[in-house]
């Protein structure tokens, strides 16, 4: 249920930061005075509960934000996502040395208006290039940046989207969580005692209780504090032996008891595995000198996450189905027009390359093209085929125009009635191009 909530608050957030011009949108912004397109918090001392809903989770969902280019004015080129599989740019550079804050999306576009290969390549890796030219460069006749959904396709939300991260990013929670509790089975957490017997700490005392030596078992059972806790929550079926076992035996016994904990309704190997994992990391806290969660925060934030792991294992086995594509065939124009025949496609590596051919009402090939577009997918692979066989065309003066595309998808895009305000710019290029011939 968590990870169903916290998507449809990412909805809201996304809304939010997209349809500025919404009645409600303009309302929520003017109440909370959130001036940026895009800020980098919305949290306010007071606020309705809604709002402190979306705020809870900005920070990732700005993850989840991208920004689609315009007239490329609000984008920083290193430190904002435009590349929206890669990220910030500043983690990419071939020599950090080179990098400038003062450096801008212009520095890197050539006199023709695309993007400058080679400047780009003296900064990032070839493969980063490959992704950055497969973008539409910044003209500035286009619509001012904005924010598009970063995991679509398409570039517009999708609330399955959203879900399928949120619960991508608890599955690898719980490998981390798993991960941990094998190295608790070995004895290899780095405790006091550990750090001691390896001579990187001249104590072995536990910092919390100051009482006993800082075991594995220590930390996770019997240090006072942790000791109250699970006395609290422990059920009665397992307290007979609970804190007389070794380890080991202990460690199995939790995680391989998979009833039902009579009060919290939730399996008990998930809860004490969940724990577990908040007890060893309560106690980094406490040494690194960072805020340590209450006894109260701890016991919540292992049974939301018990209870989240459990909802989204059971979800997370839907699958997504895939876009068909419709058949390509050749429809002949009416007398005086002309055909111009489009597809775009992807290799396996992620390398797309787009082609064009424009004919007459007869059949006659007239011109075509053949271009490689760096690190692509599909339906952006057909839009920019789409978009170079309409410059030919214009180039050539081809005014009666049919223009065929095997990608349903991408059809419908760019006949939309709001093409010409589309998230993605080369919707927007491809609709001012019809509009001029
Ligand atoms: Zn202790």
Redesign the pocket.
Known sequence: MYAVNQAFMQKFGYFLVTDTDALWVRLLREKYRVTDVCPATITRATCTPLWRAISTGWSEFLTNIAWSIGNGRSIDLLNDTWVSSLGPLRDYSNDPLLLSDDLSLQDFIAENGTWDYNALCDLFHVSVVDRIISIKCPEQCDVDDRCMWRWTTSHTFELRSAYSRLVGLLWSLKQAIWFFLWLAYKRKLLTNAERCRCHLSISAT???????D?TVT??LR?????RQLWQQLLPPALAQHFFSMNLQAWLSCNLMSTFLHPVWNLSWNLLSASLIWQFWKRRNDIIFGNMAQTDEALIRRSLAWADRYYACARAGKKLLSSPRATSPVWIPPNPGWFCLSVDGGVSLAGMGRIGGAIRNSEGDWIVGFVISIGFSNCLHAELWAVFEGLKLAWEFGFERLLIQSDSRQAVDLVNSVSADSSVLSLIRAIARLRQKC
Not at 222 to 226: A, I, P
């Open positions: 536990c910092v919390v209780c100051n009482v006993s800082e220590h930390v019997d240090c006072c504090v942790t």
